[in-house]
């Protein structure tokens, strides 16, 4: 591999980014809890701004085509770029108790929630703000329950599958069926620690 385009900006290490929706914008934080905009194309910086919520757990997908999230210790909030310059709230996440992780589905449709103790996932509309289920509560396929303090979760780019995992040492990745809530597949750990995971562009490797 080789760096075909820096992005020169931060002063402390980043920690975690994400493209918007329409694949124009990359988010990057840092952690002094700097979050920046690129434009992907060009590498050109073009806005920034400062985490004023306390610690910041990552940056995830948005529910807008230029939107993206900020996930906190116990909620979440969604911005978006106003004229390619200016980043302005758009609405707070905080429906589950303990928040702990946050996605939207390719489409900005639903709205994926980890959170509470014990941990569960809940899927909600991203228009209504209403839920519509929960995972791990369906009686088909293999038993199952969400992972303890998912902090990442993923959605397939199909919108069929979400994957969720957690910086924990041994926790495992699961792989769950957005339709049914079936937990379709658990990777174990035997050591170490996963952060974060993604699928390929088919939807068929994570």
């Known amino acids: 591999a080789r760096e075909t385009l820096p992005l020169p900006g931060h002063v402390s290490a980043v920690q975690s980014l994400c493209f918007s929706r329409d694949g124009a914008l990359l988010f990057t934080a840092s952690n002094n809890r700097a979050i920046h905009v690129w434009d992907r194309a060009t590498g050109k910086e073009i806005a920034q701004f400062e985490y004023k919520f306390g610690y910041l757990r990552e940056l995830s997908v948005g529910t807008g085509p230029r939107s993206f999230v900020t996930v906190g210790l116990q909620d979440a909030h969604e911005w978006s770029i106003k004229d390619n310059k200016e980043i302005i709230p758009v609405r707070k996440w905080d429906q589950v108790k303990s928040l702990s992780g ?105």
Do not use: Y
Request: aromatic share 6%; hydrophobic share 35%; glycine share 12%.
């Open 102 to 206: 946050m996605t939207a589905s390719p489409d900005g449709k639903v709205v994926a929630l980890a959170g509470g103790d014990p941990t569960i996932i809940s899927l909600w509309d991203a228009a209504s703000r209403k839920m519509l289920s929960k995972l791990g509560d369906s009686k088909e396929g293999p038993p199952g329950r969400p992972v303890f303090r998912s902090t990442t979760l993923t959605f397939s780019p199909d919108g069929k599958l979400l994957a969720a995992t957690t910086g924990i040492n041994s926790q495992p990745i699961q792989v769950w069926n957005v339709a049914t809530g079936r937990l379709v597949r658990q990777f174990g750990q035997s050591g170490g620690r996963t952060v974060k995971v993604t699928f390929s562009p088919d939807s068929k490797l994570l």
